[in-house]
Structures are given as C-alpha cells and as structure tokens.
Nanobody
Framework: QVQLVESGGGLVQAGGSLRLSCVAS????????MGWFRQAPGKEREFVAA????????YYAVSVKGRFTISRDNAKNTVYLQMNSLKPEDTAVYYC????????????????????WGQGTQVTVSS
C-alpha cells in the first residue's frame, strides 16, 4: 500500500502563490505516476497535473498550464505543486494521487486512473 499526506494549503489573495507538498510512504515504488486533482463544492473532482517517475514528463490541465508547476523529489518521496498567479476559481480541496503503472501520463487524467489518494488540503483564493 501507499499512504499519501498533503500539506501546504491555506488562504491566499488572487495573484498570490502557494506550494503544496505530498509525502508518500509505504510501497513508494508504486508511485510511478503522481498527480494532483482538485474538487470545489458542488463540482466533480478534476485533474490538475501529473508527473512521471523521473520528473521529465509532466502534464497539466489547460486551466492551470503556465501557472502551476508539478515536481517531485524521489529521495524524499515527495511531490510538489507550485501554484502561481492564483485565481478565485482555483479555490478547491486539492488531492494528491499515485498511479503504480506507467504509460503516457496524458492517459492519467481521470480519478479512476489512480490507485492511491491523500486526504486533501484546502486552498482558498480570495479576490
């Protein structure tokens, strides 16, 4: 099993930045693909970003591309989401997720594509 714990959420003004962290424990070799999702009240959980094991391949939702950056430090079993130029519509609970099998990360944009999930961390962007 893999356990994922997110941190770094909070309240920020529009245009500001936050960095989310997700620490994996357990069978961390089952984290070939790491992703971030978010869910706003009354909405479905949506894909935000994903990254391959080596960090060389990344994939972003159109809504965040150019503003968010996903990265990982495998020595620390940690994946990050740097969020810049935040907008009120970015307000949501952000979830870290892991997928054990590797293929093109562009295929891993649905919630059912991932095997493990964190508890979520709240991000609130005020205008």
């Amino acid at each position: 099993q893999v356990q994922l714990v997110e941190s770094g959420g909070g309240l920020v003004q529009a245009g500001g930045s936050l960095r989310l962290s997700c620490v994996a424990s357990g069978r961390t070799f089952n984290t070939n693909i790491m992703g971030w999702f978010r869910q706003a009240p009354g909405k479905e959980r949506e894909f935000v970003a994903a990254i391959s094991w080596g960090g060389s391949s990344t994939y972003y939702a159109v809504s965040v591309k150019g503003r968010f950056t996903i990265s990982r430090d495998n020595a620390k079993n940690t994946v990050y989401l740097q969020m810049n130029s935040l907008k009120p519509e970015d307000t949501a609970v952000y979830y870290c997720a892991a997928r054990s099998r590797f293929s093109s990360i562009s295929l891993y944009v649905g919630v059912y594509d991932y095997d493990y999930w964190g508890q979520g961390t709240q991000v609130t962007v005020s205008s």
